[in-house]
């Protein structure tokens, strides 16, 4: 007996072998999309107040902005990454040039903004772009704080401290009734 012969007489060995070609194609395509370089995240740009895209890998305040941000630590970039979440389906996909009320019109809020600090940017850049860094400036690098701040306060503080708990924390109140979902592009 050969497959074709096999298959027409046995629809559930059919129905198998197809539900089998279709998962594999799924995981492949799924596997392919994550690898298939960054993907893109919301940031936040501070001067304009409105929503923008950017690839994942870039730093932040990201390096391509090109409107400056007066930080207390110093001037850089504006652009921020921006956490956003919803307490289930957005009603408006969130899209580049939103302002933060829009963002709360669609059903989702921006609950933090994270950065890092202004000192380090250089050699985020420089390890981006494959520059081998010395062993201070590595030293250095992984010691770096991730800053976060709410986006009406703005007050930068280490993600890791009870404050920086506290920011990320604030997402529990947000959705008392159920769990958070993160928005992503």
């Given amino acids: 007996m050969n497959i074709r012969e096999s298959l027409t007489q046995s629809p559930l060995l059919a129905y198998g072998l197809i539900s089998t070609i279709v ?22 740009d501070l001067s ?31 652009w921020v990454r921006a956490a956003i ?4 389906d957005v009603s408006t996909p969130i899209q580049a040039g939103m302002t933060l009320e829009e963002v709360a019109a669609a059903g989702a809020r921006v609950v933090w903004l994270e950065r890092y600090p202004t000192d380090v940017l250089g ?25 976060v701040a709410t986006p009406g306060e703005l007050a930068w503080v280490p993600k890791e401290s009870s404050v920086g708990q506290k920011v990320m924390g604030s997402l529990g109140e947000f959705c008392p009734e159920g769990r958070p979902v993160f928005v992503t592009p």
């Fill in 85 to 88: 979440y919803s307490c289930g």
């Fill in 23 to 44: 998962l594999i194609l799924v995981v492949v395509l799924l596997l392919n999309r994550r690898s298939s370089g960054s993907q893109s995240v919301y940031f936040y």
């Fill in 123 to 147: 050699m985020i850049e420089k390890r981006r772009q494959g520059v081998e860094l010395s062993t201070e400036e590595a030293e250095r690098l992984s010691r770096a704080p991730i800053l």
């Fill in 48 to 78: 304009a107040g409105q929503i923008v895209l950017a690839k994942s890998g870039d730093s932040s305040p990201a390096a391509q902005s090109s409107s400056r941000y007066p930080f207390p630590d110093g001037e850089a970039g504006a």
